[in-house]
């Protein structure tokens, strides 16, 4: 009788999470009051930390450092975009530019669905439904926020659907990086004519709005050719290990 009872308890286990994690209509619910839950935990206790900090330490001092904090990405990455604009400018004296990127310190909530930690629902104070933001952590490209249901959802680079403009080694040879679902990235549609190698760095173009130019995306490990173009495999230089806090790039310029 105890082993009838193990089998059918086995049995209806094994159903309600296959149900559990194969159904959107299961998750969806679940992960929403998971989410609701856990950015009330994280305000809740980003206002604790902050008030035992301004009891116990010098209230002045601690504001002064967290402001550095949140700017010293921003500054960074206009350092980037400001090297590589004053490269192009030798190169063209008659060029001008103007340069305004915005960058914030944005949070992550939870992963879209069990098993997939290529995709993560964000925190985004006026968040713009109808644009493409790029997400980056430190000097490296770690993906883009695309809108789904009305909300922020990060791609981290491995998803298949994470894509934006490159340029490939020292040519700047163009070409569309995506995910594979894999460890590694791929870079599309480089013209054949370029000479790409293995090593080869691999930056952002900022031709697509999204990122500025010049961002760190990986090194190429090999190239082959396909219909006309050539197609490259990357490394990538964000590791995604502990995906809490990024910086978004609200505007390029």
Known sequence: MNKEVFSYSFVLIALLVGAF?????????????????????HNT???IENSIDKHFFQAQEIANLKEKLQTYENNHL????????????????NSSFTLT????????????????FNRLWMDIPEYNSSKIYGLTYKEFVAGIIINKNNKPLALLNQDRKSAYSV??????APGIVHGNNNKNLVVN?????????KGDEVLTSGLDNIFIKGLKVGRVLSVNAAQGYQNAIIEPYYKSIEPNYFHMIRSVK
């Open 21 to 41: 994690y194969y159904s959107n209509t299961i998750q969806e619910p679940i992960i929403s009051s998971l989410n609701y839950l856990k950015k009330s935990y």
């Open 45 to 47: 206790s980003s206002y």
């Open 78 to 93: 206009i350092m980037q975009e400001l090297a590589s604009e004053i490269n192009d400018m030798y190169s063209e004296q």
């Open 101 to 116: 990127p915005k960058v914030e310190l944005v949070r992550t909530i939870s992963y879209e669905t069990f098993g997939n």
């Open 167 to 172: 340029y490939v080694g020292k040519q700047s």
């Open 189 to 197: 549609f480089i013209p054949a004519w370029f000479d790409i190698k």
